[in-house]
């Protein structure tokens, strides 16, 4: 029986890795999970109550691009965060941002550009889901190295004329997992001016940007605003996973021009799976308060100030601008994720495992990502066991 051949060499995915490199080998301590990005803090008082008075609405089939009320909320919560006004029809609800990340490339990347494979950038190390996105749309991955010398942010707009002239997509997260930083307002106009320039969309993952220390994270519909771009060039996906602790809810969005999202909507008449009316009802209320999102941030700026005060001495130790991941420097990520394993019980996840090699390097192997987002007690004893076991 036949395959595709464009996912035949698809690296085998972080988690089930990571199994690999530890589960056969003993711990040396406790099990201390710190590896999955998995939000752990108490979600919102009020999901079991509207969830309770919306039972009912399990027996219905929900609105594929969200409720009139969900959407409005949301186009609601855009307005106060980023002061954009976007109308119901440039907005959709997502099964969780994943599933929008891979879809809207299915529905935007064209199968050819400028008489060429169409090329889709990526960010090295970056969300996996990117790359078979690009896969999927009959698109090349072409990875582009986002490591301390870049500020952990790509740099698109240093690539070869010829090679943006392919680009069809751009993706990017902001702030940026694994590394957590953040694009400023002028990366991103120089951004939007690189893609009205080679005539490219650009496909903003902004999962993370109610996690932050300082100010809020710019986001890309803002800057388009500012600078008047095409509003067709800027596609942005948020999530309640992080922000409001509910990554069970599986609810996010996808935000942009009006064409395309029509073309978005239409696929995903065919190939989504709307969210059910009562978990619309529950994403509805989280959009519109903030009291929790507040209460939430608070709580990670703890776990923050902890990860200054315990591994501050550390060489080489940056403290992220927002986000809820350490990416610390090692001399070898699998190394130090076994060495941790086998003598404390902590489990970290290797930097290589969220990257790919290209032209002999690979930009996550000397660095291993560390997930803040166990209790304060239980991060105040993961970080220290990490700076003992692998820096002391």
Not at 108 to 137: D, H, S, T
Not at 168 to 185: D, E, F, K, L, T
Not at 232 to 242: A, D, G, I, P, W
């Amino acid at each position: 029986m036949a395959f595709p051949e464009r996912f035949s060499n698809l690296p085998e995915y972080a988690f089930p890795r990571l199994r690999g490199l530890l589960d056969h080998h003993t711990p040396g301590g406790t099990p201390l999970a710190m590896t999955i990005g998995e939000p752990q803090h108490v979600f919102p008082d009020f999901v079991a109550e509207v969830l309770s008075e919306n039972v009912a609405g399990f027996n219905k089939y929900p609105p594929n691009e969200g409720t009139p009320e969900l959407l409005a909320a949301i186009t609601g919560w855009v307005g106060r965060r980023y002061s954009v006004t976007l109308d119901a029809g440039q907005v959709m609800v997502l099964n969780g941002t994943r599933e929008g990340l891979f879809n809207a490339a299915l529905a935007l990347c064209p199968e050819r550009k400028n008489g060429a494979e169409p090329v889709v950038l990526v960010p090295n190390p970056f969300y996996q889901v990117y790359a078979v996105a690009a896969l999927a749309a009959g698109a090349r991955p072409h990875y582009v190295p986002a490591t301390e010398a870049t500020g952990f942010l790509p740099d698109y707009t240093a690539l070869d004329p010829a090679v943006l002239d392919q680009v069809a997509i751009a993706y990017i997260c902001s702030p940026a997992n694994p590394q957590g930083a953040v694009a400023p307002r002028a990366w991103w106009r120089d951004l939007i001016a690189l893609a009205e320039r080679h005539d490219f969309v650009i496909f903003a993952d902004e999962c993370y940007s109610e996690i932050y220390r300082d100010a809020p994270p710019p986001g890309a519909l803002e800057v388009v605003q500012e600078t008047g771009a095409d509003p067709e060039r800027v596609f942005v996906f948020h999530s309640l996973s992080k922000r409001s602790n509910l990554p069970g809810l599986r609810s996010g969005f996808v935000a942009g021009g009006a064409a395309g999202m029509a073309r978005i909507r239409q696929l995903r008449s065919y190939a989504g799976a709307p969210l059910p009316l009562p978990l619309q009802r529950v994403a509805e209320r989280a959009w519109a308060d903030e009291a929790h999102v507040t209460e939430n941030r608070a709580l990670y700026a703890v776990k923050f100030d902890l990860a200054d005060e315990i591994l501050g001495g550390v060489q080489g130790y940056r403290a992220p601008d927002a986000g809820f991941f350490l990416w610390l420097p090692v001399a070898d990520g699998e190394a130090a994720a076994l060495k941790l394993w086998q003598e404390t019980g902590v489990r970290v996840l290797p930097g290589a495992y969220l990257a790919r090699e290209v032209d002999g390097f690979n930009p996550g192997q000397g660095y291993i990502r560390v997930a803040l987002v166990a209790s304060e007690a239980e991060t105040a004893q993961g970080l220290r066991l990490i700076r003992d076991c692998i820096y002391s």
